[in-house]
Each structure stands twice: as structure tokens, then as C-alpha cells.
């Protein structure tokens, strides 16, 4: 196996499907990809939102890499949420798209988030919802979808690449190059079952699942296995020696079944100091000299704007697809 980190200056290249993978049920969807000659109008046209459960980020751009204004506060009620995203966007009156990558699960044929912990928010119509309070048409998708598209685009990594993430919970979208996964089921990483690490009798706490992957090794698992906030663990603690095999074991999983070029590790419990480096050690050692595949292990080049660029770039791509907001794909 050969591991390369490779840097890539932004790109504009073309990708012809995305799919989406999530710990949500997540449903598959296919973009359109357009190739694009760059207009860059004068004011901002494209408004972006990643909501998160914890806090949504809003902005505006000329175009996806080229924020113009944005703003960041905590996700409290909906209706209360969405009164906020709308004083945001109304002082933009030149926008004409908005992408939405929202936390899930989400259906995305209704566009209604779905059975989230977070109750009052359950069945909640987040698309309509927002297409009505601020008159604009929403393009919709996950939120680790629109960091997979966002990094694929204008990140390092080029080709097939999984994007997951690791923190409130753990999920992956699969996206481009030679995989053409759009029209297959969805899938979910962090549900995956993997070996047990030596010594390890933590129950999980996923709520379905138990010691699935994301009932292990996401955020709230580690803060309720070891006590205290991940962010708050030592560098030298047994939990990231832990945290390391079970991610690698994941990346693994996703390397013998989906065979991508790139797998990117995002999420609030990748920033750990040297963690991203175990995994990829641990998964060389894991490999041993069975099947030399090639791939890079990376933390996402865009971060931690991934999803915010993703969501933006939802809102590029359908102005591209409408050919209403001034820019026209070649
Ligand atoms: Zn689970």
C-alpha cells in the first residue's frame, strides 16, 4: 500500500455522481455534474447552510470558494433556528439558490429531517420550510455528502474518495470517480460492526446497536467511556490507542468494499493531535502484505469549512443545472 499526501490546488472538474452514506438512513441521491466556465457575478447569489445539531452555519458567496459573508450561531428550536437563518439571508436580496447540508436523519424526497434524538425537531420539513421563509429553491443533501462533494471539488483529494465523519456521530458518503453507487441502496458506515479491540468491554452506546463502530468511537462514546470530553483526553491516553484501532478497522471496511483512491477523516474527534497519522500507520499494519491498494488517508483539506463549501456548492451546481443566476455551464 502506498500512502501519499497529496495537495492539489482547487479544481473544477467534473463528477458525475454522488451518493450518501450516513449513520441516518441517508438516502442516495445523483447530482449532475456540469462542467463550468467561471462568471463570478458582483454580489453574492448563492446562500449556503450547514445545519449541524449543534449549531447551524450560514453564507453567502459568489461562488462556493468565494464567501462573501456568514454567520454562526446554536440550533435551538426549529422555527426559532430558521427565523434566524432568514434574518441572515435578508440582507442579501441578490441571492438566488440555497443549498441546504443538514444534519440527519433526513428524507431526502420529502426534505424532512426524521427520527433525530433531538425531538422537537422530528419530521421537522427543513427544505420547505426554508424555501418558503426565504423564496429561494433548495437543493438538499446531507451534511457529510456536501463535504464529500466540497473535497472532492476543491480539495487535494481527486478521483474515488469516502468522506467520513467522526464526531457526534460517525458517517461516510462515497462519492465520484470510477464508483457509481447512485442508484444503489444507502449504506451506513457507522453502523458497521468491527473487531473488538483487546480488553475492551464498553457496552456502546448506540442506541440500536450497542458496539457498533459510532456506538464506540464516535464523540459521545469516548466522553462516556473514558469520562470526559474527547477534546479534553491527553495525547498520551489509552483512549486514542483505542480510538485508533476501531477507525482504522472502519477505514478498512470501507477500503475492501468500496475501493476508493481517498478516504478523508473529518469531524470534531479527527482534530485529536496525531491521530489522523495512527490510523494510517495502523491501517498499513492491518493490511500487512495482503492486496496493495493504493490510497491516501487525509483529514479534509477544507477543513473545517467542508460542509459549508458542500452546501454552497448544492446551491452552485443547481444554478448551473437552472441556468437562472447567471452562470452557465460549458
Ligand atoms: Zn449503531
Redesign the pocket.
Known amino acids: 500500500m502506498n500512502f501519499e499526501l497529496c495537495r492539489r490546488t482547487a479544481n473544477l472538474r467534473a463528477i458525475s455522481d454522488i451518493v450518501a452514506v450516513s449513520t441516518a438512513n441517508i438516502r442516495a441521491a445523483t447530482i449532475t455534474m456540469k462542467t463550468r466556465a467561471e462568471h463570478i457575478p458582483s454580489q453574492p447569489i448563492l446562500a449556503g447552510i450547514e445545519a449541524g445539531g449543534t449549531s447551524f452555519r450560514c453564507a453567502v458567496a459568489t461562488k462556493p470558494t468565494q464567501i462573501v459573508d456568514q454567520v454562526s450561531f446554536a440550533t435551538t428550536q426549529p422555527q426559532e433556528t430558521v427565523q434566524r437563518v432568514q434574518e441572515f439571508f435578508s440582507r442579501f436580496p441578490g441571492l438566488k439558490h440555497l443549498g441546504l447540508a443538514t444534519f440527519g436523519p433526513v428524507d431526502l424526497d420529502t426534505g424532512r429531517i426524521t427520527d433525530t434524538p433531538k425531538n422537537s425537531w422530528q419530521h421537522f420539513p427543513i427544505q420547505s420550510s426554508l424555501e418558503r421563509l426565504l423564496g429561494l429553491p433548495c437543493a438538499l443533501h446531507t451534511d457529510v455528502a456536501a463535504a464529500a462533494l466540497a473535497e472532492a471539488t476543491y480539495g487535494s483529494a481527486a478521483g474515488a474518495l469516502v468522506y467520513i465523519t467522526v464526531g457526534t456521530g460517525i458517517g461516510g458518503a462515497a462519492i465520484g470517480g470510477h464508483l457509481d453507487l447512485a442508484h444503489t441502496r444507502p449504506t451506513e458506515m457507522?453502523?458497521l460492526y468491527v473487531p473488538r479491540a483487546i480488553g475492551d468491554d464498553f457496552a456502546g452506546i448506540?442506541p440500536?446497536?450497542g458496539d457498533?463502530v459510532?456506538?464506540l468511537a464516535s464523540g459521545p462514546a469516548l466522553a462516556a467511556r473514558w469520562h470526559q470530553p474527547p477534546e479534553e483526553l491527553a495525547a498520551d491516553h489509552p483512549a486514542w490507542t483505542m480510538q485508533t484501532h476501531y477507525l482504522s478497522h472502519l477505514c478498512l471496511a470501507v477500503m475492501r468494499t468500496l475501493a476508493p483512491e481517498h478516504i478523508i477523516l473529518g469531524g470534531g474527534v479527527m482534530q485529536a493531535p496525531q491521530l489522523i497519522e495512527r490510523v494510517r500507520r495502523h491501517i498499513q499494519t492491518l493490511l500487512g502484505d495482503y492486496h496493495d491498494q493504493k490510497i491516501t488517508v487525509s483529514l479534509p483539506s477544507l477543513m473545517p469549512d467542508s460542509g459549508l463549501i458542500g452546501a454552497l456548492e448544492l446551491a452552485y451546481r443547481a444554478a448551473a443545472v437552472s441556468h437562472t443566476a447567471g452562470i452557465r455551464p460549458s
Open positions: 457507522g453502523h448506540c440500536y446497536h457498533c459510532e456506538g
